[in-house]
C-alpha cells in the first residue's frame, strides 16, 4: 500500500485518540474497565486517587521503547502522541460532557466499539495507543499471529485481575467491552489484509 502522507497520520491520530477517549468516557460512566494498559489505568483509578490521564501515561511509557526499538522513531513518536491525545482528552471531556443514567451494558457495547475503532485508525497510519498494544504489534510482526488474538489474552488476564476488587456485575459489563473490542481488532486488523510500513521514516 502507498504510505500515508504527514497530514493524513495527523488527522488521523486525532481522530482515533478522540474516539478512544469517548470510549474511556463509555466505560467510566458504567464503572467498567477493559483490557490493555487503558484497562489497567482504569483498575488502579478505581484503587488510587489519581486520574485516569496520569495513570495512563505512567502505564504506557515503558513500552515506548519497545516501539522506538522495533517499528522506529516515527511510530515510537506517533503512538506517545496518540497516548498523550488520550490522556488530555478524557481530562478535557469529563466537565463537559456527564454520562448520568447510563445502561451499563450499553455503556460497554459503545465503549468496546468506539475504542475498537480508535485503535483501528491509529494501527493503521503508524501508530498505537502505546502499552500492550506497541507489544501486539510487535507479535503480529514477528510471529503473524493477529492483534486482536494477543490483545484477547491480555485483555483476559486484566480482568481476570479485577475479580479481586470489583462487583461481580461490573466484571460481568467490563468482560462485554473487552470481547467487543476485540471482536472490532480481529476481524478488521489481520496481517495480511493491510500492511503498513512501521519504518523510521
Same mark, same amino acid.
Given at each position: 500500500?502507498?504510505?500515508?502522507t504527514?497530514?493524513?497520520?495527523?488527522?488521523?491520530?486525532?481522530?482515533?485518540?478522540?474516539?478512544?477517549?469517548?470510549?474511556?468516557?463509555?466505560?467510566?460512566?458504567?464503572?467498567?474497565? %477493559?483490557?490493555?494498559?487503558?484497562?489497567?489505568? !482504569?483498575? !488502579?483509578?478505581?484503587? %488510587?486517587?489519581?486520574?485516569?490521564?496520569?495513570?495512563y501515561?505512567?502505564?504506557?511509557?515503558?513500552?515506548?521503547?519497545?516501539?522506538?526499538?522495533?517499528?522506529?522513531?516515527?511510530?515510537?513518536?506517533?503512538?506517545?502522541?496518540?497516548?498523550l491525545?488520550?490522556?488530555?482528552? $478524557?481530562?478535557?471531556?469529563?466537565?463537559?460532557?456527564?454520562? $448520568?443514567? %447510563?445502561?451499563?451494558?450499553?455503556?460497554?457495547?459503545?465503549?468496546?466499539?468506539?475504542?475498537?475503532?480508535?485503535?483501528?485508525?491509529?494501527?493503521?497510519?503508524?501508530?498505537?495507543?502505546?502499552?500492550?498494544?506497541?507489544?501486539?504489534?510487535?507479535?503480529?510482526?514477528?510471529?503473524?499471529?493477529?492483534?486482536?488474538? $494477543?490483545?484477547?489474552?491480555?485483555?483476559?488476564?486484566?480482568?481476570?485481575?479485577?475479580f479481586?476488587?470489583?462487583?461481580?456485575? $461490573?466484571?460481568?459489563?467490563?468482560?462485554?467491552?473487552?470481547?467487543?473490542?476485540?471482536?472490532? !481488532?480481529?476481524?478488521?486488523h489481520?496481517?495480511?489484509?493491510?500492511?503498513? %510500513?512501521?519504518?523510521?521514516?
Amino acid at each position: 500500500m502507498e504510505k500515508h502522507t504527514f497530514q493524513e497520520d495527523i488527522i488521523a491520530m486525532i481522530t482515533g485518540s478522540f474516539l478512544v477517549a469517548q470510549g474511556i468516557m463509555f466505560l467510566q460512566a458504567a464503572n467498567a474497565i %477493559t483490557g490493555g494498559t487503558a484497562g489497567l489505568a !482504569l483498575l !488502579l483509578n478505581h484503587l %488510587t486517587p489519581y486520574s485516569f490521564g496520569v495513570l495512563y501515561l505512567l502505564c504506557n511509557t515503558p513500552f515506548y521503547w519497545l516501539a522506538w526499538k522495533r517499528f522506529g522513531q516515527r511510530f515510537a513518536l506517533n503512538s506517545f502522541i496518540s497516548g498523550l491525545l488520550v490522556s488530555l482528552f $478524557t481530562g478535557l471531556f469529563s466537565p463537559l460532557v456527564q454520562l $448520568t443514567d %447510563t445502561n451499563p451494558v450499553y455503556a460497554a457495547i459503545s465503549g468496546g466499539l468506539l475504542m475498537g475503532l480508535g485503535m483501528l485508525i491509529l494501527f493503521r497510519h503508524r501508530s498505537s495507543l502505546g502499552g500492550f498494544n506497541v507489544f501486539c504489534l510487535f507479535v503480529q510482526d514477528k510471529l503473524g499471529i493477529s492483534v486482536g488474538k $494477543t490483545q484477547l489474552c491480555i485483555d483476559a488476564s486484566i480482568v481476570c485481575a479485577s475479580f479481586f476488587y470489583l462487583p461481580p456485575e $461490573t466484571i460481568a459489563v467490563s468482560i462485554l467491552s473487552a470481547a467487543v473490542l476485540n471482536v472490532v !481488532l480481529a476481524m478488521n486488523h489481520k496481517p495480511s489484509r493491510y500492511c503498513v %510500513t512501521y519504518g523510521s521514516s
